[in-house]
């Protein structure tokens, strides 16, 4: 069975960091391309960033240089670890992971930009 488990959310004061952990279970880590996504309320489903199993990454331009998406493969885990924190940055962030036939996502963690 496959499951994808965020952890990290949470509440940040504006120019502060989090960093959000995903681990996958049900031997599809090494298979896939690990993402993650963001939707904030009244908005739809936008990604974040991409990692691939070779390590190559892709990021949103709102997130570039603020934003690194990483991967842990002893470990089944994917990360993003985001700096310089902005209010528009709110959202419930999903992990996706992506073996090309099919993709899996997580239940997501609620990050919250505020003063």
């Known amino acids: 069975q496959v499951q994808l488990v965020e952890s990290g959310g949470g509440l940040v004061q504006p120019g502060g960091s989090l960093r959000l952990s995903c681990a996958a279970s049900?031997?599809?880590?090494?298979?896939?391309?690990m993402g993650w996504y963001r939707q904030a309320p009244g908005n739809q489903r936008e990604l974040v960033a991409t990692?691939?199993?070779?390590?190559?990454?892709n990021y949103a331009d709102s997130v570039k240089g603020r934003f690194t998406i990483s991967r842990d493969n002893t470990k089944n885990t994917a990360y993003l670890q985001m700096n310089s924190l902005k209010p528009e940055d709110t959202a419930v962030y999903y992990c996706?992971?992506?073996?090309?036939?099919?993709?899996?996502w997580g239940q997501g963690t609620q990050v919250t930009v505020s003063s």
């Open positions: 049900g031997n599809i880590f090494s298979r896939s391309t």
């Open positions: 996706n992971a992506d073996t090309t036939r099919v993709g899996y």
């Open positions: 990692i691939t199993r070779g390590g190559s990454t």
